[in-house]
């Protein structure tokens, strides 16, 4: 698979996450069969804003922090979810709400 057709295919597996559900990175490269959690975390920090990039979190349920304010308004309306810590932050429940791939 090429750089190109990786890019492509994480977008795409993205694409297909329904609302109120996500996935992580390394279940996208495990669903492809390349890469790994990093280089699917990297097509996503260059071109996941033309996908719901609020669906792709770390294995922990949580994304970078500069990104979770921004997600939790798209978690709300979707009905994602979420587990508020003691910290104020919020990460996904995993057990509700992870995708299982089946599309």
Excluded: C, K, N
């Amino acid at each position: 698979m090429t750089g190109d057709e990786f890019r492509e295919a994480v977008l795409d597996v993205v694409g297909l996450v329904p609302p109120g559900w996500v996935t992580t990175y390394g279940d996208i490269a495990e669903y492809l069969g390349h890469g790994g959690p990093r280089q699917v975390a990297q097509v996503m920090a260059r071109e996941g804003a033309a996908v719901p990039w609020w669906r792709v979190v770390r294995a922990d349920g949580s994304l970078p922090v500069h990104l979770a304010e921004r997600a939790i308004a798209e978690y709300a309306a979707e009905g994602t979810p979420t587990i508020r810590q003691e910290s104020g932050r919020f990460r996904i429940d995993m057990r509700r709400g992870r995708w299982s791939g089946e599309v």
